[in-house]
């Protein structure tokens, strides 16, 4: 059974970092996509992004261009997303999510990360 | 990009009413829209893909349709478990988008 387990939630200052992590267990993690997806309290669904850990092919939202880094690492079965620059607006609900195989629809989430940007 | 158009926002129904959701698509998909339910403080979940491909384990009362930029999602006969957000999302082109949501309440 595919399970994607994240980081706990953290706390950041305006204008520093957070590096999300997404352990996935269960299938095999190199014929895996990995997108992640974020929730501002009260809001919708926003796709940040994705990455594809066997060939390290990623793609981001243009909105996150610049800021966002999403990175894989294979011999642990763990996905990462790095926000930079954070400001308020960044708090929010992170998500990893599987694309299901042959096909992009996200059949398997992570738990949902809370980062809360505040000074 | 391809911007999602998700209507109504929000619904009130009875248990047994059939409920319907739509989508509209800025631009062609084809077939490539995928519905999820999200409850309270949950990940969201998948329920169709393909327009109309139901999910393995998803009751048969949901139900989706459509092509092109529109598409509708269906609830035959609500369900109390039904209550939810409903989400459409694209995935035809990048960045992958989703619509706004549909909140759905007894």
């Known amino acids: 059974q595919v399970q994607l387990v994240q980081s706990g939630a953290e706390v950041k200052k305006p204008g520093s970092s957070v590096k999300v992590s997404c352990r996935a267990s269960g299938g095999a993690f190199s014929s895996y996509v990995i997108d992640w997806v974020r929730q501002a309290p009260g809001q919708g669904l926003e796709w940040m992004g994705r990455i594809i850990p066997i060939s390290g092919t990623t793609n981001y939202a243009q909105k996150f261009q610049g800021r966002l880094t999403i990175t894989a690492d294979e011999s642990t079965s763990t996905a990462y997303m790095e926000l930079s620059s954070l400001r308020s607006e960044d708090t929010a609900v992170f998500y990893c999510?599987?694309?299901?195989?042959?096909?992009?629809?996200?059949?398997?989430w992570g738990q949902g990360t809370l980062v809360t940007v505040s000074s | 990009d391809t911007q999602m158009t998700q209507s109504p926002s929000s619904l009130s129904a009875s248990v047994g009413d059939r409920v319907t959701i739509t989508c509209q698509a800025s631009q062609d998909i084809s077939k490539c829209l995928n519905w999820y339910q999200q409850k309270p403080g949950k990940a969201p979940k998948l329920l169709i893909s393909d327009a109309s491909n139901l999910e393995t384990g998803v009751p048969s009362r949901f139900s989706g349709s459509g092509s092109g930029t529109d598409f509708t999602f269906t609830i035959s006969s609500l369900q109390p478990e039904d209550i939810a957000t409903y989400y459409c999302q694209q995935c035809q082109n990048l960045p992958f988008s989703f619509g706004g949501g549909t909140k759905v309440e007894i």
């Open positions: 999510a599987r694309e299901a195989a042959g096909r992009v629809a996200f059949d398997y």
